[in-house]
Structures are given as structure tokens and as C-alpha cells.
């Protein structure tokens, strides 16, 4: 398994566990800790092995508190504009994953750990995690995708009051609001991201990977275009191994034996 700098890799049962490790500094994102992301979603999706992965935050403090300030202080436009460019990169990359990917966030996810979180396919939240984009506290907006990617989470006008306001919210309003998708006891979060994990992982992964891609494209169209993009996901899962296997099982009454073809 790759070595990185900043972040921990443990794949056990084909779930890839991707956690951000600097936790001294509440695992905030410099370029490096970005650069590193990226190559470990990059192992994730050449990996055949992985199956799923999980991203969390070293530490009981935090997911991921936000950007490095220490190394935005010193940037210009164009340096920003690298910086901002090489997050939406690192975060697409997350997000059109042909792999699911959980985010168990284990404490504050602020910022561009908001923006992470909001990349991944499902959030698995701590009762202690605290989702924001407080960016305008230092003078900027968030740059990460969170302009974007929060109002089609929990709506235009709620984006709105948060980013404009920087206020923070608690798992509980993020489950009731949309952006967590549950809410477990700190020291079940990260066996409950398992438990999705391997839940997803016994489904037939060209089904969920296809599912994938109709969801996220289909939010980016119109409904009848989005539902035409649906036909054509449907119809490639028709010409898969595993979906004559799943509708044999089913008929056979037995569990069905998934082969990812």
C-alpha cells in the first residue's frame, strides 16, 4: 500500500479507509495534504481490490477543520486560484469515483472539510460533528465546491443563511437539514461506515456504480434529459453477468452471488 505524508491507507476486506492525519493542526488542507488525497483516491480507483472507501479525520477533534489559513495567508490571486483549482480537482475526483465513498465525520468538518464531506456518496456523522462554511469569517467564500455542492444538499435558501452567516451546525440539524445522512454514537462511527460500506459492497457493483453515474449526472440536467440518461444507465446493466445472476437468485430464492461483470 502507497506511503503518504499526510495521509494514513488501510484496506482490509476491500474497504479502503483513507484518514487525513494531521491532527495537530485539527487536519487542516494544505496542498500537500491535498496532493496526497489525490493520490489515494487515485490507488482507490486502480485498485482492484477496493471495493469502497471510507474517508475520516485522524483524531477525536476533528474530520477535517477547514483549509491551512497559515499557508492561505500568503497567497495571491493566482496562487489562490491554483490552490482553489487543485481542491475542486482533488474533490470531483471523490465524487465521480466509479466506488462508493462514505465520509465518517468524526468532529468538525469546516470549510473545505464541509466541502470533502459533501463529496463523498453518503455522511456518516458523530453525534459531536459540526458541519460549516465559515470562509467569510476570513474574508473569502468557499472554494472547494461548497457554493455548489451545499445548496443541492439542503437547499438554496439554507446555503444561503450558512455560508452568508458562517454559522456552524450540529449532526443533528445537518441530518435534519439533509447533509448527514446519519447520526451514531462516536464509537460507532467508524464500524457503522463499515457496515454501509459492506452493505453496498453485496450488490451487484456494476448496478451501484451506474447508479452512481445517473445520480450525479442527472442532477447537472434537465428531468427529461436526466431521465433519458437513466434509460441508457438501465439498459448497460442489462448486458452484465451480474444481472442475470441477481434476477436468477431472486427467482431461485437464494442470495445472490455478485462478480462485478
Not at 479525520?57 to 486560484?81: H, N, S, Y
Not at 440518461?229 to 455478485?258: H, I, L, P, S
Amino acid at each position: 500500500m502507497l506511503e503518504l505524508q499526510n495521509v494514513l491507507m488501510e484496506l482490509e476486506e476491500g474497504i479502503l479507509t483513507i484518514t487525513i492525519n494531521r491532527p495537530k493542526v485539527l487536519n487542516a488542507l494544505n496542498t500537500d495534504t491535498l496532493l496526497d488525497i489525490q493520490r489515494a483516491i487515485k490507488e482507490a480507483r486502480e485498485n482492484e481490490e477496493v471495493k469502497a472507501v471510507i474517508i475520516t479525520g485522524a483524531g477525536e477533534k476533528a474530520f477535517v477543520a477547514g483549509a491551512d489559513i497559515a499557508q492561505m495567508k500568503e497567497l495571491d490571486v493566482l496562487t489562490g486560484r491554483k490552490m482553489t483549482m487543485l481542491g475542486q480537482d482533488v474533490f470531483n475526483e471523490i465524487e465521480n469515483l466509479d466506488k462508493p465513498v462514505i465520509a465518517a465525520v468524526n468532529g468538525f468538518a469546516l470549510g473545505g472539510g464541509c466541502e470533502i464531506a459533501m463529496a463523498c456518496d453518503i455522511r456518516i456523522a458523530s453525534e459531536k460533528a459540526k458541519f460549516g462554511q465559515p470562509e467569510v469569517n476570513l474574508g473569502i467564500i468557499p472554494g472547494y465546491g461548497g457554493t455548489q455542492r451545499l445548496p443541492r444538499l439542503i437547499g438554496k435558501g439554507r446555503a444561503k443563511y450558512y455560508i452568508f452567516t458562517g454559522e456552524m451546525m450540529t449532526a443533528q440539524q445537518a441530518f435534519q437539514f439533509g447533509l448527514a445522512d446519519k447520526v451514531v454514537a462516536p464509537e460507532e462511527l467508524i464500524s457503522t461506515a463499515r457496515e454501509v460500506a459492506k452493505t453496498i459492497m453485496a450488490k451487484a457493483p456494476v448496478a451501484v456504480m451506474m447508479a452512481k453515474r445517473a445520480i450525479n449526472n442527472g442532477l447537472d440536467m434537465d428531468l427529461d434529459s436526466g431521465i433519458a440518461y437513466e434509460a441508457e444507465a438501465y439498459t448497460t446493466t442489462f448486458g452484465t453477468q451480474d444481472r442475470v445472476e441477481g434476477m436468477t437468485a431472486f427467482v431461485e430464492k437464494r442470495k445472490a452471488n455478485f462478480i462485478g461483470k
